[in-house]
């Protein structure tokens, strides 16, 4: 069975930082992408980051120059370095892969069961 566990969410105060973790826990060929969405209460699921296999990222606006995505391929984990945390980023985060099971089969889809992560003003 592949899951992803997710951890590094809480509290903290406006102008700090926080790092999640996401790793990919069972026997799987290969990762494509990796990447952290988030959901306020009342709000659609939204991108936050990825990152692909070769490294290549992408950010929303609304985090560019204070967010930033990593990954180890040899560990299949994925980081998302929060800075200069504000308010509006509370939301429950979740991490989500697409990645390939065995050489031969289709890329598979998979969501961590979310981290709440809490910026006090």
């Known amino acids: 069975q592949v899951q992803l566990v997710e951890s590094g969410g809480g509290l903290v105060q406006a102008g700090g930082s926080l790092r999640l973790s996401c790793a990919v826990k069972?026997?799987?060929?290969?990762?494509?992408?990796m990447g952290w969405y988030r959901q306020a209460p009342g709000n659609q699921r939204e991108l936050v980051a990825y990152?692909?296999?070769?490294?290549?990222?992408n950010y929303a606006d609304s985090v560019k120059g204070r967010f930033n995505i990593s990954r180890d391929n040899a560990k299949n984990t994925v980081y998302l370095q929060m800075n200069s945390l504000k308010p509006e980023d509370t939301a429950v985060y979740y991490c989500?892969?697409?990645?390939?099971?065995?050489?031969?089969?289709?890329?598979?889809?998979?969501w961590g069961q979310g981290t709440p992560v809490t910026v006090s003003s």
């Open positions: 989500n892969a697409d990645y390939v099971r065995y050489r031969w089969s289709r890329s598979l889809e998979i």
């Open positions: 069972g026997i799987i060929f290969s990762i494509n992408v």
């Open positions: 990152v692909t296999s070769h490294g290549s990222t």
